[in-house]
């Protein structure tokens, strides 16, 4: 097993679940009496990962009240955002905390995608990609923007929802990055003002021709907590 870092983003405001949680940022929102981020770090803690990053921004003094500097003996360091920077704005500022030169994952705070990290890391590593992008099957697309592949699984398009034909791919908000990778678009400057790692920066990436590849995850177990129908699913999904 691969010993890595990890940032969760864990900055959003849950809009959609402010008649369910009204006061906590949502990777906090209780599922069985723990919050969210609990399960999150259980699972990725049992995928090899030695170092949390917590990249928060709305109400964000829970997130550190309850965690405090590790958790299960796992340090975490927090990146706080004073304002919305976007994803991307948010990647940026956790990224300052990632210490070793080794690949690290991004994961987004508000999502459980059971992965199969070993198994990533060698498509990573075998396809010399510098960000890796683990996707998810789905028989439709009308809520999701959909990703192409090449045939070798290198990303060449984003697309719209409902674009494209079944089944489609759909990014399943885990990625494993090269730092080296971050730390040259940090440097030409793209990084101004709040910037959407979504909508902005994974097309410009593709545009550029970098090594942006896809991973397809065959374990289709997914659950998006920001979705109210999702949450309330969320409090059996645990139960094993």
Same mark, same amino acid.
């Given at each position: 097993?691969?010993?890595?870092?990890?940032?969760?983003?864990?900055?959003?405001?849950?809009?959609?679940?402010?008649?369910?949680?009204?006061?906590?940022?949502?990777?906090?929102?209780?599922?069985?009496?723990?919050?969210?981020?609990?399960?999150?770090?259980?699972?990725?803690?049992?995928?090899?990962?030695?170092?949390?990053?917590?990249?928060?921004?709305?109400?964000?003094?829970?997130?550190?009240?309850?965690?405090?500097? +590790?958790?299960?003996?796992?340090?975490?360091?927090?990146?706080?955002?004073?304002?919305?920077?976007?994803?991307?704005?948010?990647? *940026?500022?956790? *990224?300052?905390?990632? @210490?070793?030169?080794?690949?690290?994952?991004?994961?987004?705070?508000?999502?459980? *995608?059971?992965?199969?990290?070993?198994?990533?890391? !060698?498509?990573?590593?075998?396809?010399? @990609?510098? *960000?890796?992008?683990?996707?998810?099957?789905? +028989?439709?697309?009308?809520?999701?923007?959909?990703?192409?592949?090449?045939?070798?699984?290198?990303?060449?398009?984003?697309?719209?929802?409902?674009?494209?034909?079944?089944?489609?791919?759909?990014?399943?908000?885990?990625?494993?990055?090269?730092?080296?990778?971050?730390?040259?678009?940090?440097?030409?400057?793209?990084?101004?003002?709040?910037?959407?790692?979504?909508?902005?920066?994974?097309?410009?990436?593709?545009?550029?021709? !970098?090594?942006?590849?896809?991973?397809?995850?065959?374990?289709?177990?997914?659950?998006?907590?920001?979705?109210?129908?999702?949450?309330?699913? @969320?409090?059996?999904?645990?139960?094993?």
């Amino acid at each position: 097993m691969h010993h890595s870092e990890a940032i969760i983003l864990a900055g959003g405001l849950g809009t959609r679940l402010r008649s369910v949680i009204p006061d906590l940022p949502k990777p906090m929102a209780p599922v069985n009496g723990k919050p969210f981020l609990e399960y999150l770090m259980d699972f990725w803690i049992s995928q090899g990962v030695v170092h949390f990053v917590l990249a928060v921004g709305y109400k964000y003094q829970a997130v550190v009240d309850h965690f405090g500097g +590790s958790y299960r003996g796992i340090p975490i360091d927090y990146s706080i955002e004073s304002e919305p920077i976007g994803t991307g704005g948010g990647l *940026f500022l956790a *990224f300052e905390r990632i @210490s070793s030169r080794e690949p690290f994952y991004v994961i987004n705070g508000d999502t459980f *995608f059971p992965i199969d990290s070993n198994s990533v890391f !060698k498509f990573h590593s075998m396809m010399k @990609s510098e *960000f890796t992008m683990v996707l998810r099957e789905m +028989s439709s697309a009308e809520r999701y923007g959909t990703v192409r592949l090449e045939k070798d699984k290198r990303i060449i398009q984003f697309c719209s929802p409902g674009q494209g034909h079944p089944p489609f791919l759909i990014n399943g908000g885990v990625y494993l990055i090269e730092p080296e990778f971050l730390t040259d678009t940090y440097s030409k400057g793209l990084f101004k003002g709040p910037i959407s790692l979504e909508d902005v920066l994974f097309p410009k990436w593709v545009q550029e021709n !970098k090594s942006l590849y896809g991973y397809i995850e065959k374990n289709n177990s997914f659950l998006d907590i920001g979705i109210p129908s999702d949450y309330e699913r @969320s409090q059996s999904f645990f139960i094993q």
